[in-house]
């Protein structure tokens, strides 16, 4: 049995979550006949690096201060579970024809307020173990 330190499963866990949440992200934008169409993006990919990287800490947080591994992981899963459940799949398709001098802005606002929900979580765990 392959017992991994704290750190390997916060690493592994980024990994999938990241994983994950890039694969439920599909922006698809079709440009026919127009001209002089700007598209603003957020970057997407670092809203998401960020939500599996406070997901990862959020983890390690809970590993650190539950004793009992067993236990800790059933957190971390509910805490997961819970947080993933606010996020759904996310498709945008766009097609722009025979159009002059647009704009288009997409954002990644839905991911940063489920990013806010996990600092929230994280926050109030630490308040509650009086570390902050």
């Known amino acids: 049995m392959n017992v991994l330190s704290v750190e390997e499963k916060v690493d592994t866990l980024y990994s999938q979550m990241f994983e994950k949440l890039s694969k439920e992200q599909d922006d698809y934008i079709e440009i026919i006949d127009s ?11 670092i809203a998401l690096s960020l939500q599996s990287s406070v ?3 959020l983890a390690a947080a809970v590993q650190l201060l539950i ?10 899963s509910d ?6 459940s606010s996020h759904t799949r996310k498709k945008v398709k766009i097609i722009i024809q025979n159009c002059y001098n ?4 997409l954002s990644a606002v839905d991911i940063m ?13 630490l308040t509650e173990a009086d570390i902050l």
């Open 55 to 57: 997901s990862a800490v």
């Open 102 to 105: 647009v704009t288009i802005t």
């Open 79 to 84: 805490l997961l579970a819970l947080t993933s």
């Open 113 to 125: 307020a489920s990013v806010q929900l996990l600092i929230q979580t994280l926050t109030a765990l």
């Open 35 to 45: 001209e002089n169409i700007t598209i603003n993006k957020s970057d997407t990919t």
């Open 67 to 76: 004793a009992d591994e067993d236990i800790a992981d059933l957190v971390i």
